[in-house]
Each structure stands twice: as structure tokens, then as C-alpha cells.
């Protein structure tokens, strides 16, 4: 992988001094006379090989990348610009293609860039088109944005939560984590200290809030029921937040929804299928990884839509590189 890299970026400086130099070189044995049409042109040509070398660099080398939402606060801080290794995982082909050199794969822990497995493609002429001008541009231009001109998550960082052979069970925003092999789990903070893993990942939702949010899943299981008059304890329950205006864990709220349909339907197979997703936790196959955002109250990650092959994986956040006061590397 090392002579590839050195391979990329001598092609790169051979493509971008030596056609400059025949360019000289023709002028002077032509004789010709400098012109602002011929300097113009002369410039013109190197900027465009310029924009191709940097493309091949961002597609087959790194990637910079700016971080768009709050998911992994205080490791990554809303617009800070990383640095992500595409070759620590494999290399594309081109912008969602298939990869090559791809037998490594992402360790625990790993701060992982990926494609959101939620993203609504435009089309695959789009996709690509879009990738290339957000990498052109060294992530300063981005054309992919939704109706309110916010733009859209194509890519994903989070940390590498789960790997495969996993299972990791999530409750009250508290990931409990059984490995492979393992015949029982350990809640976050004994699962990192037991691996010597970053600590980074951390809540800030009170625990009291809890009652609440499953009081409030439950409600809303009676609400789209027959049954017109839920059980008092939960309105009672559900008073603690009904003027809350916090973060909220909606995962937890779902689980309760889902654990109260249960109850209510106990006959619907569907209903329990889904409670048991919820209570057994999340499965990890081999080839997947399971990413979370270390601001657990705050992110939409694999808790919402599972595990995420690891073809879909491109690179791994090396460092932190803008603004100077956060240049850093990443563990």
C-alpha cells in the first residue's frame, strides 16, 4: 500500500511538471513570441491538470472533508476540516465503485468515514458529479443540497462501535457491548476501560429523563390503538417531560413503543419481532461495522439503520487540520 501511495503522488508531480516543461520546451524551439492569449491558455491548461491531479489525489489518496452536524462533539466540533486516509481500507475505483487493496478492515474505534446508508440519491451521474467538485474544490464547494439549501449528508464520520461478530445492545442511550465469543455484555465505559479503548464517546441526557421518554413511546403505542384511555401512570410519567426541551433520545422512545405494542397486540407477530430487535440489540455480521457518534444524544447513526458493510467505508480521520487551534490527530 506504501508504493501505491508513492506511486500516486510521483504520477501526480510527473503530470503537473512535465507537461509545463514540453509546453516551455515547444515555445523556445518554435520561436515564439509570448502572447496574453498564449499566456492565458498556457495557465488555463495547467489549473485544469491541476483540478485532475487533485481529483486523482482526493479519490485514490485522501480526502478532505468538513464536518457537517454536532454527532461526534467534542471529538470533531461542527465545521472543523479533517484529513481521511482513503487507503486505509481499500481504494474506489471511482466515487461509489467497487474498491481494490480493500483487505484491510476497520478496527474498534476507528473514526470512520462512510456513505449514509439513508442518502437519497439524484442519480448516479449526480452522485459522481457532486463527489468530484466537493473533492476538486478541497470540500469547499458543495452543489449537493436539499430544498432549504442546507446540504445534504452524502458522507458519514462516526467511531467504529461495533465489528463484526458483535452485539451491541442499546439502552437508556447506554451501548452495552458482547463480543464475539463472549457469553455476556458490558455497558460503555467498562467495555473501553476493559480494551484500552477512547473514552471519547460520552451523554448528557439526564436519567431522570428516562421515565418520560418511555412514558411518552408508550402513549403514543395507545394512541395509535383502539384503546382510548391509557393507563394513568403514564400520563403521570410523561409530565416530567411534557415541557422538556432538551435533547431527546428517540431511539429509547421507539423502544418503548414497540415494547407497549407488544403488549397491547400480543397476538401480532409483527409487534414482537420488533420489540425483540430492540431487546436482543444489534447484530454485527462479518464484513460489517456498526458506527455510532461519540455525542450519543446527538447523532443519527447505526442505532437508526444497523450495521454498514464495509465496502461502503472510504477512509479513516487521520487528523484534524483546520482551525489551527484544533490541529490534532485523531485516535
Sequence with gaps: MNRYSVWIVSTSEKIL??????????????GQKKTLKGELISWLDAIVFAVVVVLLLNQFLFQLF???TPSMVDTFLIKDRVYVSKISYGVELYPTGPKIFSSNIPLR??????????YESRGPLYDI????????????VNIDRDEMGNPRERLYVKRAAGIGGD?????????????FGQSSGLVDDEFRRANNLNTAPKQ????????????????LAYQESDINSPPSYLLQEYK????????????????STRRADAQITPHSLSDRSELAKKERGIYVPRGYTLP????????QDGRYFGPVPNESIIGRVKFIFWPFSRIAPIS
Design 17 to 30: 511538471t512535465g507537461r509545463k516543461q514540453r509546453k516551455a520546451d515547444e515555445k523556445v524551439l518554435k
Design 66 to 68: 468538513m464536518i457537517p
Design 109 to 118: 474505534d476507528d473514526a470512520i468515514v462512510f456513505y449514509n446508508p439513508m
Design 129 to 140: 458529479v457532486s463527489q468530484m467538485i466537493y473533492m476538486a474544490t478541497f470540500s469547499l
Design 167 to 179: 452485539i451491541v445492545r442499546i439502552s437508556e442511550g447506554t451501548a452495552e457491548t458482547r463480543g
Design 204 to 219: 448528557t441526557i439526564e436519567k431522570e429523563s428516562y421515565e418520560g421518554f418511555k412514558a411518552y413511546g408508550e402513549l
Design 240 to 255: 416530567s417531560v411534557q415541557n422538556y426541551s432538551g435533547l431527546i433520545d428517540y431511539y429509547e422512545i421507539d423502544r
Design 292 to 299: 455510532l457518534g461519540d455525542n450519543r444524544d446527538n447523532s
